[in-house]
């Protein structure tokens, strides 16, 4: 994954001033982004997928350019094919847990046919012939069989066997996140954000949630950008990190690199380096 996030944006308290560059990070891993409550994580993520605005600058995801203030580019979210796996998981209540699964299939479906007709109707604006095969059938899945068959399989796949037709407040919190996630890679997102979504579990679950996720998001080589405040998180599940305080982004790294040797004062106390006597809490709270 190639990726560009250089926005700003005036919040309430501080402003929003991160830079992130796969070419200064390893683009295939898990992106954390660590720092403590309310120090711009969660915006961030909501710049990337679309449901808030920076200011300025510009946001280009594998290619796709989500955002560009200078060329007047703003991708609407159903475009950008991004999975946002929340908190609160936001499942649909009314909804079974194949039913909120098969919700994927059909967002993802619309959005591919919006991006195929976006394509055909540039294509008839600059004089060319575009076959029309190519947009008959644009949908995930071509057939209400092939998609019953994609949603058992991750249902498989997610151990929601037994439970595909119980509703949301039926189901344990583990098991609520098997189902959002189910439902966000059945529709095939080329890029995953996860916005804390194991901060309210018991340790012990988190941790079996944690590893199950991020080994599934291996097996289909989807890139992840991981919002975190839990160091323990940060280190068993990034290959990479951010450190960002007070929305600016303080250094960035191996995440192994950073726990072993982070190189600023908020690095240091994020990750819990030894040595945070010797640190100026004075200065750091200005």
Known sequence: MDFLIDIEMKLNTFPLQVRLDSA???????????????SGKTMTLRCVAGTAVPDRGRI???????????????????LRRVGYLFQNYALFPNMTVRQNIRCGILGAAQQERRIEAGKK?????????????KYRKCALYTSNQQREKGISEIIERMHLEGLEDRRPSELSGGQQQRCALA???VGNPQIVLLD???SALDEYLRDELLEETMSVLSERHIPVFFVTHSRQEARAACTDLAIIHNGTVQETGKAGDIFRHPRTAWGRILTGTEGRKDLDFQSLIK
């Open 60 to 78: 280009v995801i594998n290619g796709m350019t989500f955002f560009d203030s200078d060329r007047k580019i703003n991708l609407r979210p159903q």
């Open 24 to 38: 200064e990070m390893n683009p295939g891993g898990v992106i954390g982004l660590l720092g403590a409550s309310g």
């Open 196 to 198: 804390e979504p194991f």
């Open 183 to 185: 439902r966000i890679l």
């Open 121 to 133: 109707q540039l294509d008839q604006e600059n004089g060319r012939d575009t076959p029309r095969k």
